[in-house]
């Protein structure tokens, strides 16, 4: 939350220096950055241990195909709301003026976009956002997942964030949501997602004998997991 809401401070802030670029330069700008942000924390330390998931729909779809314990499942997601509201609460105090004129980056629907809308664009989004975790995570390329996921929400950012804001994820919609205040739209950014990672996990399912091997984004072996997996992790010392 604190890069990727800096990100659009930085990009959309009425001191910004690419405030005389077209939107459509800024949102792809914005997209690299926020989503790059997301690839490097899953593959740093803290990434490796946890999975780096940092969006409750993804751990909800890793849970359906029986890699997360529903304990971890209710820690996570407290997590990632709480994260999500501190990381917002940092960038309101950093970055200030630049924040409270774009409401710290809230999500809303694009004008001329009614809420029925912009729950069928987040979960469209969503889904795809969530069926290529899975599918990455259940075969070879597993380690892949980051780079892959770089490009691909930074072009989900960049075309649909004009309709919605692009959040595909409650958490990080609930801080700038909490604090700008919007709360009023915020529902649209927990059905949508929710919608969206349900429709994954059942198309998903249409691959009957594709399995996941691993609920890590970057799986490293060196690390001790709570999840489920087939794939080699370290042996956590008792």
């Given at each position: ?49 946890s999975g780096a998931h940092l969006n409750p729909v ?181």
């Amino acid at each position: 939350m604190l890069g990727g809401l800096s990100a659009v401070c930085f990009d959309f802030g009425p001191a910004s220096p690419l405030r005389h670029l077209g939107t459509s330069p800024k949102l792809l700008v914005t997209g690299l950055l926020f989503a790059g942000t997301g690839s490097l924390i899953a593959i740093s330390p803290l990434g490796r241990r946890s999975g780096a998931h940092l969006n409750p729909v993804v751990t909800l779809a890793f849970w359906t195909q029986h890699k997360v314990h529903l304990h971890d499942v209710a820690g996570y997601i407290v997590s990632q709301l709480a994260g999500a509201v501190l990381g917002t609460a940092v960038v309101a105090l950093l970055w200030r003026s630049q924040a409270t004129a774009i409401h710290i980056g809230a999500t809303t629907p694009g004008h001329g976009i009614d809420d029925l809308a912009a729950v069928i664009v987040e979960a469209a989004m969503t889904a795809v956002l969530v069926l290529a975790i899975l599918l990455l995570t259940s075969g070879s390329a597993a380690r892949w997942t980051p780079l892959v996921l770089w490009p691909l929400i930074a072009f989900l950012v960049w075309q649909g964030a004009p309709y919605t804001g692009t959040s595909l994820n409650p958490a990080r919609s609930l801080g700038p949501a909490l604090l700008a205040p919007q709360l009023r739209p915020y529902w649209i950014y927990v059905i949508g997602p929710l919608a969206g990672g349900a429709l994954a996990v059942a198309a998903f399912g249409l691959w009957p004998k594709r399995r996941v091997l691993t609920a890590k984004l970057f799986h490293d072996s060196a690390y001790p997991s709570t999840f489920a997996s087939t794939m080699p992790v370290a042996q956590v010392s008792k």
